[in-house]
């Protein structure tokens, strides 16, 4: 077991939504679009990579906490946030397993046992791979905007995920999702910057860092 890591169920599910954040989009048509043409275009990508950074706004706290790191999906259910700053630290998923990784240490959890988490996590690979089913059995789905600026607003449906998160906001442009806000119950808030397709350095002696 990692150290002292007595994640709080909010954290698990803001490390895993944000693998929505990084999936490069084709362009919308000019002409309105709805959830079903969305997903018919997401459920194309098979995998994607993205640099991130985040601030998180938490009550009580002056000044956002900063973090940066990178984000990976591959199909049909593999996700994987790497933080790289302030501190190196993995959260991946596979299947029904969640590993923890930090300090050269892992945890390993079994999703089903944690059923809130399960459902935002099966909600994010549904709609990693354009499964709109899956989508709106936990969220109410809106999309709105044009290809030159859209968005796709996501409340739980769930109560045990709704516990937990107020909302989510998803924004891009064209091809690119630029960014990811989630609003959680008790006043904190995540705002995310990616930039897709990008690799950030791993720093030097981080597990996982391969010398020239």
Same mark, same amino acid.
């Given at each position: 077991?990692?150290?002292?890591?007595?994640?709080?169920?909010?954290?698990?599910?803001? =490390?895993?939504?944000?693998?929505?954040?990084?999936?490069?989009?084709?362009?919308?048509?000019?002409? $309105?679009? *709805?959830? @079903?043409?969305?997903?018919?275009?997401? =459920?194309?990508?098979?995998?994607?990579?993205?640099?991130?950074?985040?601030?998180?706004?938490?009550? $009580?706290? *002056?000044? @956002?906490l900063d973090a940066s790191g990178t984000l990976s999906f591959d199909a049909p259910d593999k996700l994987v946030r790497r933080t790289l700053s302030p501190r190196v630290e993995t959260m991946a998923v596979e299947g029904n397993t969640l590993t923890l990784s930090r300090g050269?240490?892992?945890?390993?959890?079994?999703?089903?046992?944690?059923?809130?988490l399960l459902g935002l996590v099966e909600a994010m690979r549904g709609t990693l791979t354009g499964d709109g089913a899956t989508l709106q059995r936990y969220f109410r789905s809106t999309v709105s905007g044009s290809s030159a600026k859209w968005t796709l607003d996501l409340t739980p449906l769930d109560s045990r995920l709704?516990?937990?998160?107020?909302?989510?906001?998803?924004?891009?442009?064209?091809?690119?999702?630029?960014?990811?806000?989630?609003?959680?119950?008790?006043?904190?808030?995540?705002v995310m910057n990616i930039t897709p397709g990008g690799a950030v350095a791993v720093p030097a002696g981080a597990p996982g860092r391969t010398t020239p």
């Open positions: 077991m990692i150290s002292g890591s007595k994640m709080r169920l909010d954290r698990l599910c803001r =490390a895993f939504v944000l693998a929505l954040a990084f999936c490069a989009v084709p362009a919308f048509a000019a002409a $309105g679009f *709805e959830l @079903p043409e969305l997903m018919a275009l997401l =459920a194309k990508q098979k995998s994607g990579e993205a640099r991130f950074t985040e601030q998180r706004f938490v009550h $009580g706290l *002056e000044g @956002p050269g240490r892992n945890r390993t959890l079994a999703l089903d046992s944690m059923p809130e709704a516990a937990q998160v107020r909302s989510m906001r998803i924004s891009g442009r064209a091809s690119d999702v630029l960014g990811l806000e989630m609003e959680f119950v008790g006043g904190d808030r995540s």
